[in-house]
Nanobody, 118 residues
Framework: QVQLVESGGGLVQPGGSLRLSCAASGFTFSSYAMSWYRQAPGKERELAASISSAGNTNYADSVKGRFTISRDNAKNTVYLQMNSLKPEDTAVYSC????????????WGQGTQVTVSS
């Protein structure tokens, strides 16, 4: 029933840009906080960006000023615009949906690979 499907990952050169999308279904998207997590090889999974149901955003210090998270409730989709990409941004990026009462454990997508390399 619940589905989160990420897309938009790929190989990009340092300094380049990429836009990730996460299409959601099976729940009331507009009521959920949405997040992008990433996990690089040999590192713990970290929260890169989040956006609340009200549209408030938060970013990891490592991506501030370069990444922008946004949501389109009419399309049940959350985006991550990534600019000025660095090799250290290389990771699997996963979409997460969370609601304190309805889904405190959250829902996860399958992830999409982003590789920044020359």
């Amino acid at each position: 029933q619940v589905q989160l499907v990420e897309s938009g990952g790929g190989l990009v050169q340092p300094g380049g840009s990429l836009r990730l999308s996460c299409a959601a279904s099976g729940f009331t998207f507009s009521s959920y906080a949405m997040s992008w997590y990433r996990q690089a090889p040999g590192k713990e999974r970290e929260l890169a960006a989040s956006i609340s149901s009200a549209g408030n955003t938060n970013y990891a210090d490592s991506v501030k000023g370069r990444f922008t998270i946004s949501r389109d409730n009419a399309k049940n989709t959350v985006y991550l615009q990534m600019n000025s990409l660095k090799p250290e941004d290389t990771a699997v990026y996963s979409c997460n949906a969370r609601h304190p009462q309805t889904a405190p454990r959250g829902y996860w997508g399958q992830g999409t690979q982003v590789t920044v390399s020359s």
